[in-house]
């Protein structure tokens, strides 16, 4: 039977995956209601969002991509009942390391505690529950994928001010992942059809962004820049800023890398950037 992979949710990570995936000769199907000319892979096809029912009907894997608004996962809401009614046999779930919340810079693997406090990530751990239940009522396979920050070309915050600002909060960590390193491990995943599993995507060196920052300020050899204290900075947060510095934790890659033999490509940020530094 062939592998077809339908991606609801259309995006920066899901424009990787299906590069990556459709290079080893596997269709991909993006329902997006975007314009999107695409010319590189022939395996790769377009549809509006009213074409979900009849893309459904003969995928073979689901991509869910699109994050939950503030009432829950609107894909779960508006197309369960058609994903019953189709050929799908396997759900992968993209979620966040935010669920775990904070651990005050503690290693938090897949089986650590969810401690999410802030609205946008107890939506998260509440969309996965529903996932879980779904799938095992129904006898799908389903990989959660709980993913960090993620960077890369496009990516990455240009720094082009006359002056920039470091924010410095004491051993505070930030977990991240190169946009090719995600892509590359989310197809293992797809391909690898495991279920009822959950899986980390994180590089090895969770960092401050003061540390993150500084690297770029090395690459960039820029000279003007002033360090402020988080105190004196977190009054000009958003909520939605807010949580990912009230979130102390460092995510383990460990089970990915275990079970996949997987060596990274950009395994930190320093190597990381120098490959972005054309962006910055």
């Known amino acids: 039977m062939?592998?077809?992979v339908c991606a609801l949710g259309y995006g920066y990570l899901t424009k990787f995956v299906f590069k990556?995936?459709?290079?080893?000769?596997i269709k991909g199907i993006g329902v997006t209601s975007k314009n999107i000319n695409n010319n590189e892979f022939r395996n790769i096809t377009f549809v509006n969002r009213n074409e979900i029912q009849e893309v459904l009907a003969y995928s073979t894997h689901l991509l869910i991509t699109a994050p939950p608004d503030d009432k829950g996962c609107s894909i779960f809401k508006n197309y369960s009942d058609q994903i019953l009614a189709s050929n799908i046999?396997?759900?992968?779930?993209?979620?966040?390391?935010g669920v775990y919340g904070n651990h005050n810079g503690a290693l938090v693997d897949e089986n650590s505690v969810l401690n999410a406090k802030s609205n946008f990530d107890k939506v998260r751990v509440k969309s996965e529950k529903l996932w879980k239940t779904f799938c095992k009522k129904n006898n799908l396979n389903l990989n959660i994928v709980r993913i960090s920050g993620i960077y890369g070309p496009q990516r990455i915050i240009k720094f082009?001010?006359?002056k920039?600002?470091?924010?410095?909060?004491?051993?505070?960590?930030?977990?991240?992942i190169h946009i090719l390193d995600a892509a590359r491990l989310i197809t293992k995943i797809i391909l690898e059809?495991?279920?009822?599993?959950?899986?980390?995507?994180a590089d090895d060196f969770p960092s401050s962004r003061e540390l993150f920052l500084l690297e770029v300020i090395k690459i960039k050899?820029?000279?003007?820049y002033t360090r402020i204290q988080f105190e004196e900075y977190k009054a000009t947060l958003s909520d939605r800023s807010k949580k990912f510095w009230l979130n102390n934790k460092r995510v383990s890659n460990s089970k990915v890398k275990k079970y996949f033999e997987y060596s990274f490509i950009f395994p930190n940020y320093k190597s990381g950037i120098k490959n972005l530094k054309e962006y910055l």
């Open 2 to 4: 062939q592998l077809i």
């Open 20 to 25: 990556r995936i459709c290079s080893l000769g």
């Open 89 to 97: 046999r396997s759900i992968i779930y993209i979620s966040s390391t």
């Open 160 to 162: 082009n001010r006359k």
């Open 164 to 176: 920039m600002d470091i924010i410095i909060k004491k051993n505070h960590y930030f977990s991240r």
């Open 193 to 201: 059809n495991l279920n009822n599993e959950i899986w980390n995507l």
């Open 221 to 224: 050899n820029i000279k003007n």
